[in-house]
């Protein structure tokens, strides 16, 4: 009677031990393959858990499933976000290059004028741009300005500005009639509602004047024994309304003076503590170069620049240039 007990308690066990091998071991092994082939593919797989039932391992393969559809969609983002950044980076170098290609050396001798200029782009390119030009060996012609928008668009526009004025100066018109050509020709095709900030100044050495005009751009300064705000001609931005008229002012400049100019990323760069650098220091550190020559006008500015703004994000492109007769 024993034995035959004991036999029917380890039919028993062993019955016991196949239905938890069939209900506990076999699925929780099942389960644990599953997962361990879809963590070792590291990337996005259509491994999911098929179980049947109503039962904790129904509830396991059901959360499985879920996560790896979340886990596939978020793969899905990454890549098509890294596709995007890549693209994103491409236009910022395109970009850059159009912008840089088309910017004269920033050092140069002309006529009688030294010549210093540079330009620190943003991470986002913008649209700004200097240049000069020698019309004839008494004249001499400085342009800044700044596009408004970021990326390519803003590039090629720049490009396209430039060369208009280029070429309206080479022709012999004045500072205000160059303004007028560019923005009666920008402001009939531009759907975009994009426009440029300009300023146009040209030095005449022998009657020892500059002419300038000025479409909504930050007024430049003559450097003298003081800073002199140059705003006597002011205007519209180019690009807004076609037929503007751009007046325009005549300063004397004589030997040591100087012309600076400047984009608002320079005013309008930024510190740490939120604070813009601003007009009024600006002129302070103009204050002290007064009568310095063009590139220790330039090295002090730049100085006084990454003193302000040391550990904060620059927003916006820097572009200033110094002329001195």
Same mark, same amino acid.
């Given at each position: 009677?024993?034995?035959?007990?004991?036999?029917?308690?380890?039919?028993?066990?062993?019955?016991?031990?196949?239905?938890?091998?069939?209900?506990?071991?076999?699925?929780?092994?099942?389960?644990?393959?599953?997962?361990?082939?879809?963590?070792?593919?590291?990337?996005?797989?259509?491994?999911?858990?098929?179980?049947?039932?109503?039962?904790?391992?129904?509830?396991?393969?059901?959360?499985?499933?879920?996560?790896?559809?979340?886990?596939?969609?978020?793969?899905?983002?990454?890549?098509?976000?890294?596709?995007?950044?890549?693209?994103?980076?491409?236009?910022? $170098?395109? %970009? +850059? @290059?159009?912008?840089? *290609?088309?910017? !004269?050396?920033?050092?140069?001798?002309?006529?009688?004028?030294?010549? #210093?200029?540079?330009?620190?782009?943003?991470?986002?390119?913008?649209?700004?741009?200097?240049?000069?030009?020698?019309?004839?060996?008494?004249?001499?012609?400085?342009?800044?300005?700044?596009?408004?928008?970021?990326?390519?668009?803003?590039?090629?526009?720049?490009?396209?500005?430039?060369?208009?004025?280029?070429?309206?100066?080479?022709?012999?018109?004045?500072?205000?009639?160059?303004?007028?050509?560019?923005?009666?020709?920008?402001?009939?095709?531009?759907?975009?509602?994009?426009?440029?900030?300009?300023?146009?100044?040209?030095?005449?050495?022998?009657?020892?004047?500059?002419?300038?005009?000025?479409?909504?751009?930050?007024?430049?300064?003559?450097?003298?024994?003081?800073?002199?705000?140059? $705003?006597? %001609? +002011? @205007?519209?931005?180019? *690009?807004?309304? !076609?037929?503007?008229?751009?007046?325009?002012?005549?300063?004397?400049? #004589?030997?040591?003076?100087?012309?600076?100019?400047?984009?608002?990323?320079?005013?309008?760069?930024?510190?740490?503590?939120?604070?813009?650098?601003?007009?009024?220091?600006?002129?302070?550190?103009?204050?002290?170069?007064?009568?310095?020559?063009?590139?220790?006008?330039?090295?002090?500015?730049?100085?006084?620049?990454?003193?302000?703004?040391?550990?904060?994000?620059?927003?916006?492109?820097?572009?200033?240039?110094?002329?001195?007769?």
């Amino acid at each position: 009677a024993y034995a035959f007990m004991f036999v029917i308690v380890v039919l028993l066990a062993l019955l016991v031990y196949l239905l938890i091998k069939r209900m506990v071991t076999r699925p929780a092994r099942y389960i644990s393959e599953v997962m361990s082939d879809y963590i070792a593919r590291s990337e996005k797989s259509s491994v999911k858990l098929e179980y049947e039932g109503d039962n904790e391992f129904s509830m396991i393969a059901e959360a499985f499933n879920r996560m790896t559809e979340d886990i596939d969609k978020y793969i899905d983002d990454i890549a098509r976000f890294g596709r995007e950044r890549e693209r994103a980076r491409a236009e910022v $170098d395109i %970009a +850059s @290059g159009i912008q840089m *290609g088309f910017l !004269p050396f920033g050092s140069a001798i002309l006529s009688n004028c030294r010549i #210093e200029a540079m330009m620190k782009p943003a991470k986002d390119v913008g649209g700004d741009l200097y240049n000069y030009l020698e019309l004839d060996p008494t004249h001499t012609m400085a342009v800044i300005a700044d596009v408004s928008g970021k990326g390519i668009p803003s590039a090629i526009l720049m490009t396209v500005i430039l060369t208009h004025i280029r070429q309206s100066a080479r022709i012999g018109v004045s500072p205000g009639e160059i303004l007028k050509s560019v923005n009666d020709t920008f402001s009939k095709k531009n759907p975009k509602l994009m426009f440029v900030t300009a300023f146009v100044g040209i030095y005449d050495s022998e009657a020892g004047t500059l002419t300038y005009a000025n479409a909504g751009h930050n007024p430049p300064y003559l450097l003298k024994d003081r800073p002199v705000l140059l $705003d006597k %001609a +002011s @205007g519209t931005p180019l *690009g807004l309304f !076609p037929g503007d008229i751009f007046e325009e002012a005549t300063v004397e400049m #004589e030997e040591g003076d100087a012309l600076f100019l400047y984009t608002d990323g320079v005013n309008e760069a930024v510190n740490a503590a939120g604070e813009f650098f601003g007009t009024e220091r600006l002129e302070k550190v103009l204050a002290k170069v007064a009568r310095s020559k063009a590139a220790h006008i330039m090295e002090t500015v730049k100085a006084s620049l990454r003193e302000f703004t040391s550990g904060a994000y620059q927003n916006d492109d820097i572009t200033i240039m110094s002329v001195r007769v």
